[in-house]
């Protein structure tokens, strides 16, 4: 069965930092893109960042390029989003989810519960 | 990036009747299309692909329709597990982007 299990989410200041990690299971990891998607309270679904199988490939959305850096350690079968410069309108329940196709196709076909990020002074 | 519009914003519908969402696209997106059901404090879950794929163990009353920009999400008979919001995502190009959402409540 395929899983994926957040962590790391919290409470921080604006200005500061966190990591998320993604722990996945039941599925040859290396073998896809991973993406991580946000949502914010109450709003729709944001697109943030995306990491290929061997890390060749990697992507940002606008609003996050720059500050944030997606990484992944296929040892671990573990997917991480470093969260630099934090800005209160990066509060949201961040998601990782699978790509469907293996690569690139990014429709999304399995997702973690999300952890909730909020950043407040 | 590529603006997606859904409509309506929210629609009222009884169990069995035929329920159709819309989402339109600001660029040709081909047929690179899929649509997500989120119930609250969930993740979405990927009901179709590819416009009108339909994503495996999803109940064959969803179905997808469309390409280019214009695309529709048609519940041909409404069960009470479908109230919920749904999602349009195009994924044509970088960044991905998603509709805002239409909210389907009981009537």
């Known amino acids: 069965e395929v899983q994926l299990v957040e962590s790391g989410g919290g409470l921080v200041k604006p200005g500061g930092s966190l990591r998320l990690s993604c722990a996945a299971s039941?599925?040859?990891?290396?073998?896809?893109?991973m993406n991580w998607v946000r949502q914010s309270p109450g709003k729709g679904l944001e697109w943030v960042s995306s990491?290929?199988?061997?890390?060749?490939?990697?992507h940002y959305g606008d609003s996050v390029k720059g500050r944030f850096t997606i990484s992944r350690d296929n040892a671990k079968n573990s997917l991480y989003l470093q969260m630099n410069s934090l800005r209160a309108e990066d509060t949201a329940v961040y998601y990782c989810?699978?790509?469907?196709?293996?690569?690139?196709?990014?429709?999304?076909?399995?997702w973690g519960q999300g952890t909730l990020v909020t950043v407040s002074s | 990036d590529i603006q997606m519009t859904q409509s309506p914003s929210s629609v009222s519908a009884s169990v069995g009747d035929r329920v159709t969402i819309t989402c339109r696209a600001s660029q040709g997106l081909s047929s690179w299309l899929a649509w997500y059901q989120q119930k609250p404090g969930k993740a979405p879950k990927l009901l179709i692909y590819a416009a009108s794929r339909l994503q495996s163990g999803v109940p064959s009353r969803f179905s997808g329709s469309g390409s280019g920009t214009d695309f529709t999400l048609t519940i041909s008979s409404l069960q009470p597990e479908d109230f919920a919001t749904y999602h349009c995502q195009q994924a044509n190009s970088l960044p991905s982007t998603f509709g805002q959402g239409t909210k389907l409540e009981i009537k």
């Open positions: 989810a699978r790509d469907l196709l293996g690569s690139g196709s990014y429709y999304l076909d399995y």
């Open positions: 039941g599925f040859s990891f290396s073998n896809y893109t």
């Open positions: 990491i290929s199988g061997s890390s060749i490939y990697i």
